[in-house]
């Protein structure tokens, strides 16, 4: 296709060569010169060149970028978009016919020129509008609200579902438990990085993606939760995190995630988090000082004469004078407990 879209771009310009030679002398043609001849031909050729080189950058490759970005519209930006383009030449056809009635060559310059610049701005600006121009046509009764269809067994609040937590994989526990119950919703886009993570070549990734892809299909067959996998997306939008946010918030839904970072943009968009993280350290036992533990010391800690010590909830216990307990379990009595960044260190010393 593309050598006979040149070849018969060639053909064109041949042929634009001869008319432009024939109508403006251009070059002189006297034929019976063979210098004449020859400067007859080279301008043939030049513009077979031309025209070879050039149609298919005017013809096709605009053709395949507007079908890509035709392909990429969502249904409600391709319809909008149709009816924009609709109005705005028939705007531009009333506004055109008086001016057909002006001198050579505005007569039917302006004409043209008019139905373009409002055909094109009516699409545009529907397009962008097309939010808006729904919420009218809903208020005036033209147009019905969407419905979200949400599995009559299951109800409960809407959460979608990031590719941390499904790869952290508590969230089973916590499903199993009660805590959370309603519909996960589970994008293709977040599937598509599950697999991609789980194709990766390091090992540790690989695990991590494969894990997350386990912990989806545990969910599909949980009673308690309603797990959908739609099509939703972002025209436009690359990253993931991001896209969840404009989906969340669009539908009125809420995030479970893990990443920090997610965390916060969804917070300052006014999305409601549901942190993982969060909940596990809210569910951490409090210790005051004076509270007494069994511990087993597992290691030296930063000081001299220091032990330390992890919860079973992964709570770390500095031991004062523990250093010499290597792999032996004592009762210890809390002094103190520092919050930190990481988490939470609790300070004990061997109880007498």
């Known amino acids: 296709m593309s050598v006979f879209i040149r070849l018969f771009g060639g053909a064109l ?8 030679a024939g109508a403006t002398g251009i070059p ?22 031309i025209g070879f080189s050039i149609l ?30 609709i109005v705005g030449l028939v705007i531009g056809l009333l506004l055109g016919l008086p001016m057909a009635n002006l001198p050579d060559p505005f007569r039917w310059l302006m004409p043209i020129g008019t139905v373009i610049v409002t055909g094109l701005g009516m699409m545009g600006l529907t397009v962008a509008k097309r939010h808006d121009l729904a919420d009218a046509l809903r208020s005036v009764g033209l147009l019905r609200s969407p419905e979200v269809a949400v599995p009559p067994e299951v109800s409960g609040p809407v959460v979608y579902v990031d590719t941390s937590v499904l790869i952290d994989g508590r969230l089973t526990d916590v499903v199993a438990a009660g805590f959370l119950w309603g519909t996960l919703i589970v994008p293709r886009f977040v599937v598509a990085e599950l697999q991609h ?38 025209s436009g939008v690359e990253e993931v995190d991001a896209k969840l946010v404009q989906l969340a918030r669009r539908r009125g839904a809420g995030i479970l995630t893990n990443d920090y970072n997610l965390n916060r943009v969804a917070q300052l968009d006014g999305v409601r988090v549901l942190n993982l993280n969060h909940l596990a350290n ?52 809390v002094v103190r407990v520092l919050q930190t960044v990481a988490g939470r260190m609790v300070f004990a010393q061997l109880r007498s």
């Open 13 to 20: 310009g041949a042929l634009v060569a001869v008319s432009l």
């Open 28 to 49: 002189p043609l006297d034929l019976s010169a063979l210098g004449d001849a020859v400067l007859l031909a080279a301008w043939i050729g030049a513009w077979f060149v």
């Open 56 to 85: 298919p950058y005017v013809t096709v490759l605009p053709a395949q970028w507007l079908i890509r970005r035709v392909a990429d519209l969502s249904t409600g930006e391709f319809i909008s978009a149709v009816a924009g383009l």
């Open 197 to 234: 993570i789980a194709d990766q070549r390091d090992q540790t990734r690989r695990v991590r993606g494969r894990r997350g892809l386990e912990v989806l299909s545990v969910l599909q067959k949980e009673a308690r939760v309603a797990v959908e996998l739609n099509d939703e997306d972002i």
């Open 282 to 333: 809210a569910l951490k036992p409090a210790f005051l000082p004076g509270d007494g533990l069994h511990v087993k010391v597992i290691q030296l800690g930063k000081e001299p004469g220091q032990g330390v010590a992890y919860l079973d909830d992964g709570t770390m216990i500095v031991v004062e004078g523990g250093g010499e307990m290597i792999e032996r379990e004592i009762d210890v009595t």
